[in-house]
């Protein structure tokens, strides 16, 4: 983000061995079970522009959904040989030895005739995600659960109309049979699934032929953000997992991505072919398209008002922030977009300093011309300006909404909702990651976060466009340095993108809802993910394309029956996703308040909606209207439980809307801190969390030291809060220092003490500069002597710390050197990394990872974020290893050693256990912890012979297959394998 100033399971039995989990399955009919659903079943739409689903195809244990494939025909013939010349003109392919002939082009029924002529029949032909065209070949194969012989599979077999072919010798009780033309290959493989005694069938498809797509342009390689293959010391693998998604959609030039910044060189040689035209307003000095701006063939310039969305030469933001997201590839230069299929609709509005009013109409003009937006700049609170956002999600794009993705910011702080509309419930908030895949150091954070995506700040940063020549960040057409939730935003606005390029029909509500689902839950031993999957450091996760391209499509309102008395819990910065229907539905939820609050819920992406709040014994407090967008806030509402109730204000049925609820100020966690008399402790190394509200809080805080120390005490509020910072001595009255803007930080209003104190009692007041409310801010307490864990300077004397443990640190005195210990009990990749605690102050670390023998196995300075650092590796043998960690001494911004920090270790197992077994709509749900850089091979059986049923590609985090064809056996054992 740019600153304007800077711009469920009964019956189950698990065990397990050598890193393998077996697990039993109770099938039984009526059986009990509990926990959750891992699936819903496919939505009967789909890709291939929101056109029905044809037929789903068993494949490799998942339900593939089949589109119509355009202008494509296929034709299939029992006996083999060449296709014949006649045929076999342009259009036509040869398939399966020439039993099969697929026609691509016009004149179809014309070539069925001659087809026809040459003994072929018509067959169906799909489109597949992921595969292009394909046809089935008429052959199923089966996987028997043990051989039942020749005759034995022939009988099954010819029961269900199909003809045994051959056995495969390398597989036993592995059979391929012919279907007749007749028949209907996926309605029979699942007959034949059901049949107890196999374990798996699927139909034979003739496919197209796709590599795997990977552009040309030479910068790709760079590009860890799209395709992390470990550069510059990275996490392999760790990335938005463009590659695969590029194999079912590169985008389509009819999704328009609308960028809102400070100008762009729309002429670039790898951007100019993805800019967007508006045909239906040529350069004529007319406005033909009558929306009020003449000439906009490119976008508009709402700072100068004309057609020229370039700016001037410094103006290199919005250059920046078209790399990643939608630049042009194959074209042999530069770099690769996300969304390089889709266009770019340049909106210049932050080149200067525009009012609210001009943003309101760049917001507007991008609503009615775009399906996305992204805003990575820092956006005006005005009434005005959060009306313009709420047309956008609930009018744009014809009804369906524009998706409005925004940067959070890189505060490094705890966000609230209000200082700043990047963080408004209207929008898709995004931060940032590092190529550790762990959240940069500067990004922000808290209840307004919805997802992540990668920023740079680990141990190299982004490559992107950047204007050409002399011009903009670099001397050159291209930057290596581009960082910040900036730079996050729009490859999120690139991902949905590519969902609306397979799914038109969708809402922007649930491309939104879609992106969240999909992401990956990434470093949860450390932040824990709450039971609607998100967490205040990263949101839902990190970004993944493919996922977003893949993962089942969201199920609305899955809330209902949701009456009063069963209203669901909404918490703070959750959206629910919901509708009403039919229109005398009600949709109710809960919310607890633990201290007095000002709360806000919101309806999102529709216009018709009537919230009322309750008490906990229903008793109405409030009713809102839409006028005509709905949003209710209640202030000092005091702690207890409440309710809310959406219906519709026409009396027609409302489709997809969001539910948002938050929380805008609170009386925090520390309260009553309000004198020094009730002042609670403060530990160093620690960032308490805080707020002062209601306007005119005070907090106050004590820490004491038993030896003379220098110390240093931080603020950091949220978006220009203004902080003011003292110190007392003992008796609480008497002010040793005071701060209001941090000298350091250019004015940024953040505070900083800090000195030299002898052995005593010490109080801190923190408040705001003018009385006025602050949503969130943290205080920090630093003092400059010996940690908690020494003494620690040797291997002898290591600290044990666990994968997904931060433990703080303090080099001091000058010279001391930390060691840590960890032991891997299974091969895996490692990452260890160091970073301040106080994302303000620069520290310097030095870090050494040995092995249990204290043989240097790698080293590293400045790997994480420029002074501090990290070192990963990958495929480290079962074995103690050792940590060390020193500082660099000589900079000026240190007092006499480095600041405090955390060292945290992270281990990604190559062996991995299933963690969880589910009764899924349409078979048995299968999940478990795992990793991008793996494959998984799942097997089944009776706890004593095997058969491989799937290879799935990982993912970090969470993973999920079903099982969609048990057989219904009455107990069914899976185990996992990584490789």
Same mark, same amino acid.
């Given at each position: 983000?740019?600153?304007?100033?800077?711009?469920?399971?009964?019956?189950?039995?698990?065990?397990?061995?050598?890193?393998?989990?077996? %697990?039993?399955?109770?099938?039984?009919?009526?059986?009990?079970?509990?926990?959750?659903?891992?699936?819903?079943?496919?939505?009967?739409?789909? %890709?291939?522009?929101?056109?029905?689903?044809?037929?789903?195809?068993?494949?490799?244990?998942?339900?593939?959904?089949?589109?119509?494939?355009?202008?494509?025909?296929?034709?299939?013939?029992?006996?083999?040989?060449?296709?014949?010349?006649?045929?076999?003109?342009?259009?036509?392919?040869?398939?399966?030895?020439?039993?099969?002939?697929?026609?691509?082009?016009?004149?179809?029924?014309?070539?069925?005739?001659?087809?026809?002529?040459?003994?072929?029949?018509?067959?169906?032909?799909?489109?597949?995600?992921?595969?292009?065209?394909?046809?089935?070949?008429?052959?199923?194969?089966?996987?028997?659960?043990?051989?039942?012989?020749?005759?034995?599979?022939?009988?099954?077999?010819?029961?269900?109309?199909?003809?045994?072919?051959?056995?495969?010798?390398?597989?036993?009780?592995?059979?391929? %049979?012919?279907?007749?033309?007749?028949?209907?290959?996926?309605?029979?493989?699942?007959?034949?699934?059901?049949?107890?005694?196999?374990?798996?069938?699927?139909?034979?498809?003739?496919?197209?032929?796709?590599?795997?797509?990977?552009?040309?342009?030479?910068?790709?390689?760079?590009?860890?953000?799209?395709?992390?293959?470990?550069?510059?010391?990275?996490?392999?693998?760790?990335?938005?997992?463009?590659?695969?998604?590029?194999?079912?959609?590169?985008?389509?030039?009819?999704?328009?991505?609308?960028?809102?910044?400070?100008?762009?060189?729309?002429?670039?040689?790898?951007?100019?072919?993805?800019?967007?035209?508006?045909?239906?307003?040529?350069?004529?000095?007319?406005?033909?398209?009558?929306?009020?701006?003449?000439?906009?063939?490119?976008?508009?310039?709402?700072?100068?008002?004309?057609?020229?969305?370039?700016?001037?030469?410094?103006?290199?933001?919005?250059?920046?922030?078209?790399?990643?997201?939608?630049?042009?590839?194959?074209?042999?230069?530069?770099?690769?977009?996300?969304?390089?299929?889709?266009?770019?609709?340049?909106?210049?509005?932050?080149?200067?300093?525009?009012?609210?009013?001009?943003?309101?109409?760049?917001?507007?003009?991008?609503?009615?011309?775009?399906?996305?937006?992204?805003?990575?700049?820092?956006?005006?609170?005005?009434?005005?300006?959060?009306?313009?956002?709420?047309?956008?999600?609930?009018?744009?794009?014809?009804?369906?909404?524009?998706?409005?993705?925004?940067?959070?910011?890189?505060?490094?702080?705890?966000?609230?909702?209000?200082?700043?509309?990047?963080?408004?419930?209207?929008?898709?908030?995004?931060?940032?990651?590092?190529?550790?895949?762990?959240?940069?150091?500067?990004?922000?954070?808290?209840?307004?976060?919805?997802?992540?995506?990668?920023?740079?700040?680990?141990?190299?940063?982004?490559?992107?466009?950047?204007?050409?020549?002399?011009?903009?960040?670099?001397?050159?057409?291209?930057?290596?340095?581009?960082?910040?939730?900036?730079?996050?935003?729009?490859?999120?606005?690139?991902?949905?993108?590519?969902?609306?390029?397979?799914?038109?029909?969708?809402?922007?509500?649930?491309?939104?809802?879609?992106?969240?689902?999909?992401?990956?839950?990434?470093?949860?031993?450390?932040?824990?993910?709450?039971?609607?999957?998100?967490?205040?450091?990263?949101?839902?996760?990190?970004?993944?394309?493919?996922?977003?391209?893949?993962?089942?499509?969201?199920?609305?309102?899955?809330?209902?029956?949701?009456?009063?008395?069963?209203?669901?819990?909404?918490?703070?910065?959750?959206?629910?996703?919901?509708?009403?229907?039919?229109?005398?539905?009600?949709?109710?939820?809960?919310?607890?308040?633990?201290?007095?609050?000002?709360?806000?819920?919101?309806?999102?992406?529709?216009?018709?909606?009537?919230?009322?709040?309750?008490?906990?014994?229903?008793?109405?407090?409030?009713?809102?209207?839409?006028?005509?967008?709905?949003?209710?806030?209640?202030?000092?509402?005091?702690?207890?439980?409440?309710?809310?109730?959406?219906?519709?204000?026409?009396?027609?049925?409302?489709?997809?809307?969001?539910?948002?609820?938050?929380?805008?100020?609170?009386?925090?966690?520390?309260?009553?801190?309000?004198?020094?008399?009730?002042?609670?402790?403060?530990?160093?190394?620690?960032?308490?969390?805080?707020?002062?509200?209601?306007?005119?809080?005070?907090?106050?805080?004590?820490?004491?030291?038993?030896?003379?120390?220098?110390?240093?005490?931080?603020?950091?509020?949220?978006?220009?809060?203004?902080?003011?910072?003292?110190?007392?001595?003992?008796?609480?009255?008497?002010?040793?220092?005071?701060?209001?803007?941090?000298?350091?930080?250019?004015?940024?209003?953040?505070?900083?003490?800090?000195?030299?104190?002898?052995?005593?009692?010490?109080?801190?007041?923190?408040?705001?500069?003018?009385?006025?409310?602050?949503?969130?801010?943290?205080?920090?307490?630093?003092?400059?002597?010996?940690?908690?864990?020494?003494?620690?300077?040797?291997?002898?004397?290591?600290?044990?710390?666990?994968?997904?443990?931060?433990?703080?640190?303090?080099?001091?005195?000058?010279?001391?050197?930390?060691?840590?210990?960890?032991?891997?009990?299974?091969? %895996?990749?490692?990452?260890?990394?160091?970073?301040?605690?106080?994302?303000?102050?620069?520290?310097?670390?030095?870090?050494?990872?040995?092995?249990?023998?204290?043989?240097?196995?790698?080293?590293?300075?400045?790997?994480?974020?420029?002074?501090?650092?990290?070192?990963?590796?990958?495929?480290?043998?079962?074995?103690?290893?050792?940590?060390?960690?020193?500082?660099?001494?000589?900079?000026?911004?240190?007092?006499?050693?480095?600041?405090?920090?955390?060292?945290?270790?992270?281990?990604?197992?190559?062996?991995?256990?299933?963690?969880?077994?589910?009764?899924?709509?349409?078979?048995?749900?299968?999940?478990?912890?795992?990793?991008?850089?793996?494959?998984?091979?799942?097997?089944?059986?009776?706890?004593?012979?095997?058969?491989?049923?799937?290879?799935?590609?990982?993912?970090?985090?969470?993973?999920?297959?079903?099982?969609?064809?048990?057989?219904?056996?009455?107990?069914?054992?899976?185990?996992?394998?990584?490789?």
């Amino acid at each position: 983000m740019r600153r304007r100033r800077a711009g469920r399971n009964r019956g189950a039995v698990a065990r397990a061995a050598a890193g393998v989990l077996l %697990a039993a399955w109770a099938l039984g009919r009526g059986a009990a079970y509990a926990g959750s659903v891992t699936g819903r079943g496919p939505s009967s739409r789909g %890709a291939a522009g929101g056109k029905k689903v044809l037929a789903w195809c068993p494949r490799g244990g998942r339900r593939i959904p089949l589109y119509a494939p355009g202008r494509v025909m296929a034709f299939r013939r029992s006996g083999r040989g060449a296709i014949p010349a006649r045929l076999g003109r342009t259009g036509w392919a040869r398939a399966d030895k020439g039993r099969i002939a697929v026609y691509q082009g016009r004149g179809g029924r014309a070539m069925a005739r001659r087809a026809a002529h040459y003994g072929f029949k018509e067959v169906a032909a799909y489109s597949m995600a992921g595969c292009g065209i394909v046809v089935p070949s008429g052959r199923l194969v089966v996987q028997f659960r043990g051989d039942p012989g020749l005759k034995g599979a022939a009988d099954i077999l010819r029961y269900h109309g199909l003809q045994l072919l051959r056995m495969r010798k390398r597989h036993p009780g592995q059979y391929v %049979a012919a279907a007749a033309f007749t028949q209907n290959v996926f309605a029979v493989s699942r007959e034949v699934a059901q049949e107890k005694c196999v374990a798996w069938c699927e139909p034979d498809l003739v496919t197209q032929p796709r590599p795997r797509y990977m552009p040309d342009d030479p910068l790709l390689a760079n590009q860890w953000a799209l395709h992390n293959t470990g550069q510059c010391g990275g996490a392999t693998n760790r990335d938005v997992y463009a590659q695969p998604a590029w194999d079912i959609t590169m985008g389509t030039s009819t999704v328009v991505i609308a960028v809102l910044d400070d100008g762009f060189d729309i002429d670039h040689a790898d951007l100019s072919a993805n800019l967007y035209t508006n045909t239906a307003d040529p350069l004529n000095g007319l406005d033909d398209d009558g929306n009020g701006y003449t000439d906009d063939v490119h976008g508009w310039d709402f700072n100068d008002d004309d057609n020229d969305p370039r700016g001037s030469p410094t103006n290199a933001h919005g250059t920046a922030v078209l790399g990643p997201m939608i630049a042009v590839t194959d074209n042999g230069i530069g770099v690769a977009g996300l969304a390089n299929g889709c266009r770019f609709l340049p909106v210049r509005i932050f080149g200067e300093w525009p009012n609210d009013l001009q943003l309101v109409d760049a917001i507007e003009y991008a609503a009615d011309n775009a399906a996305i937006m992204n805003i990575s700049y820092y956006i005006s609170s005005a009434s005005v300006v959060r009306d313009a956002l709420r047309y956008a999600v609930s009018r744009g794009r014809g009804g369906k909404g524009c998706l409005v993705c925004t940067a959070l910011g890189n505060d490094g702080v705890r966000r609230g909702y209000e200082a700043d509309l990047a963080a408004a419930p209207e929008v898709l908030t995004v931060s940032g990651i590092s190529n550790y895949r762990r959240r940069s150091y500067f990004a922000d954070f808290g209840p307004p976060l919805n997802l992540c995506a990668p920023a740079g700040g680990g141990s190299t940063n982004l490559y992107t466009t950047d204007r050409t020549g002399a011009d903009g960040y670099t001397n050159g057409d291209y930057c290596a340095e581009w960082a910040g939730t900036s730079a996050a935003s729009p490859i999120a606005a690139g991902a949905a993108a590519l969902v609306l390029s397979i799914h038109p029909e969708w809402s922007a509500l649930r491309v939104w809802k879609m992106l969240e689902d999909s992401c990956d839950r990434v470093d949860a031993a450390a932040n824990p993910y709450d039971a609607r999957g998100w967490t205040a450091e990263y949101g839902h996760g990190a970004l993944n394309a493919w996922g977003a391209l893949t993962d089942p499509a969201p199920a609305l309102d899955p809330y209902e029956p949701d009456d009063a008395s069963s209203a669901p819990e909404i918490v703070d910065g959750q959206m629910q996703y919901r509708e009403i229907s039919p229109a005398s539905d009600n949709d109710w939820a809960f919310f607890g308040l633990g201290a007095t609050s000002m709360v806000r819920a919101t309806i999102v992406g529709a216009t018709d909606i009537v919230l009322r709040l309750y008490d906990q014994w229903t008793n109405l407090q409030m009713t809102v209207n839409p006028s005509p967008y709905t949003v209710l806030t209640a202030t000092n509402l005091s702690a207890g439980r409440y309710l809310v109730r959406c219906s519709s204000s026409s009396g027609n049925p409302v489709g997809e809307y969001g539910l948002h609820f938050g929380v805008l100020n609170q009386v925090d966690a520390f309260e009553n801190d309000d004198s020094a008399a009730a002042a609670g402790p403060i530990d160093p190394r620690v960032r308490q969390h805080r707020s002062l509200y209601p306007a005119g809080d005070v907090d106050w805080a004590f820490f004491a030291l038993s030896n003379a120390a220098y110390v240093e005490l931080t603020t950091f509020g949220e978006v220009d809060g203004n902080t003011v910072l003292r110190l007392y001595d003992a008796s609480g009255t008497n002010m040793i220092a005071e701060n209001d803007d941090d000298p350091r930080m250019f004015g940024y209003y953040y505070s900083y003490l800090a000195t030299q104190l002898v052995a005593g009692t010490y109080y801190v007041q923190v408040s705001e500069y003018s009385n006025n409310i602050l949503c969130a801010y943290s205080l920090i307490y630093e003092v400059h002597r010996p940690d908690p864990h020494e003494p620690d300077d040797s291997a002898a004397q290591a600290v044990q710390i666990a994968p997904g443990q931060h433990i703080s640190y303090t080099l001091y005195p000058a010279g001391d050197h930390d060691w840590l210990t960890f032991e891997l009990t299974n091969r %895996a990749d490692v990452l260890v990394l160091t970073d301040s605690i106080n994302p303000l102050l620069v520290g310097d670390t030095y870090l050494k990872l040995y092995d249990g023998q204290t043989n240097l196995i790698a080293e590293n300075d400045d790997g994480n974020a420029g002074y501090f650092s990290a070192i990963f590796r990958s495929g480290m043998d079962t074995g103690r290893y050792y940590i060390e960690v020193e500082g660099v001494p000589g900079y000026t911004t240190t007092i006499e050693t480095n600041p405090d920090h955390y060292v945290a270790l992270d281990v990604f197992p190559a062996d991995t256990t299933i963690s969880a077994i589910t009764l899924a709509t349409n078979g048995i749900g299968i999940r478990w912890d795992g990793d991008g850089g793996r494959y998984y091979s799942i097997q089944s059986g009776d706890g004593e012979s095997w058969t491989n049923v799937a290879e799935v590609e990982g993912r970090p985090g969470t993973n999920r297959w079903t099982d969609l064809a048990p057989g219904g056996v009455t107990c069914r054992w899976y185990r996992l394998t990584g490789r």
